[in-house]
């Protein structure tokens, strides 16, 4: 079965630090491009990292730059993003998706054209 699966998620202070992990299983991410997203309660699902390839960088919105990052571990078929300087803001389901490599869907919007999607983890910032 081909799939993401997220993992990671839970209650964290503000100012915190978290670290999500997004697994392949079924295929291998060497040929495809990890997106980050996601979605707030009444809110838009949104990318907050696009394009994390084997080769490639990594695209961020202004709104996570300089304290979110996307790092990979290949021998382990595994996506991370580590998440610091957390706020109340960043409370949302967090979801990988993977789109193969060059392609545009997540730079773009197009989030229904990505290839796989993880059913997400819950994160929330709170005191």
């Known amino acids: 079965q081909l799939q993401l699966v997220e993992s990671g998620g839970g209650l964290v202070q503000p100012g915190g630090s978290l670290r999500l992990s997004c697994a392949a299983s079924?295929?291998?991410?060497?040929?495809?491009?990890i997106g980050w997203f996601r979605q707030a309660p009444g809110k838009e699902r949104e990318a907050i990292s696009c394009?994390?390839?084997?080769?490639?960088?990594?695209a961020y919105p202004t709104s996570v730059k300089g304290r979110f990052t996307v790092s990979r571990d290949n021998a382990k078929n595994t996506v991370y993003l580590q998440k610091n300087t957390l706020n109340p803001e960043d409370t949302a389901v967090y979801y990988c998706a993977a789109e193969p490599v060059g392609g545009s869907s997540c730079l773009l919007g197009n989030y229904h054209a990505m290839d796989y999607w993880g059913k997400g983890t819950l994160v929330i910032v709170s005191s």
């Open positions: 079924g295929f291998t991410l060497d040929a495809y491009a």
């Open positions: 394009g994390s390839s084997k080769d490639g960088g990594t």
